[in-house]
């Protein structure tokens, strides 16, 4: 168990909804990094809050936006939901924001896998 | 941007030592080196990082030589529980962030066998 909780774990909806991922980071980490993971495109870095604020961006569509709360949770928002958002979208946290070198460990949890019909 | 090249696939049978080499020949002076293991359907699992020599913890040994352009993560006695994709990361992996491509690059698909 790695200490991050991501709710739900399975989310079925319909192509042009919009749903809520959950993330409460291990205690103590003030960072959250959201993750996409998909067959044809392996894991993709979206986005990355620490203690609050936007830090970093990736490659996140318009369509999706996140925001961390000040108890530290974090929501990721889609909307207008295509069948190609159908993936694993994983929540990792880590204690420090994490600087070029990498020595920022993140800590993954067990993901929300989310079918669009 | 620190690319790195590993083994798309390797096999092992249970018991055996199995050793995952990494590529990464411009990696950077303030680089660091991670490993991390993912099983189908769960997030990626912190295995072990290090910066230069050797590092070991309770589930693995990493090993860097001098000019660190390499690196090697080694696994004691595997089992059948190994059986999963291990990722070698240099640098913040947010760097690698590339549209249709892993942040996390392709991993080394491990298949341990009875």
């Known amino acids: 168990d790695s200490g991050v909780t991501q709710t739900p774990k399975h989310l079925i909806t319909a192509t042009g909804q919009r749903v809520t991922l959950r993330c409460s980071p291990r205690?103590?980490?003030?960072?959250v990094y959201w993750y996409q993971q998909s067959l044809d495109q392996g894991l993709q870095f979206l986005i990355q809050y620490y203690n609050g604020e936007e830090r970093a961006k990736g490659n996140i569509l318009e369509r999706f936006s996140a925001q961390q709360f000040p108890d530290l949770h974090s929501e990721l928002n889609l909307s207008s939901l295509e069948l190609g958002d159908s993936a694993l979208y994983f929540c990792?946290?880590?204690?420090?924001?994490?600087?070029?070198?990498?020595?920022?460990?993140?800590?993954f949890g067990a993901g929300t896998r989310l079918s669009v019909l | 941007l620190a690319k790195t090249t590993q083994p798309i696939s390797m096999d092992s049978y249970e018991g055996q030592e199995v050793n995952i080499t990494c590529s990464h020949n411009?990696?950077?002076?303030?680089?660091?080196i991670t490993w991390y293991q993912q099983f189908p359907s769960q997030g990626p699992r912190f295995i072990i990082q290090?910066?230069?020599t050797k590092v070991t913890n309770e589930v693995a040994s990493l090993f860097i030589p001098a000019d660190r352009k390499s690196s090697t993560l080694s696994l004691p006695r595997v089992s059948l529980s190994d059986t999963a994709v291990y990722y070698c990361?240099?640098?913040?992996?947010?760097?690698?962030?590339?549209?249709?491509?892993?942040?996390f690059g392709d991993g080394t698909t491990l298949t341990v066998k009875p």
């Open positions: 411009n990696i950077a002076t303030n680089d660091y």
């Open positions: 205690s103590g980490d003030l960072s």
């Open positions: 290090g910066y230069k």
């Open positions: 990361l240099v640098g913040d992996p947010r760097r690698n962030t590339n549209a249709g491509k892993s942040t």
């Open positions: 990792a946290s880590s204690v420090t924001p994490g600087g070029l070198s990498g020595e920022n460990i993140q800590y």
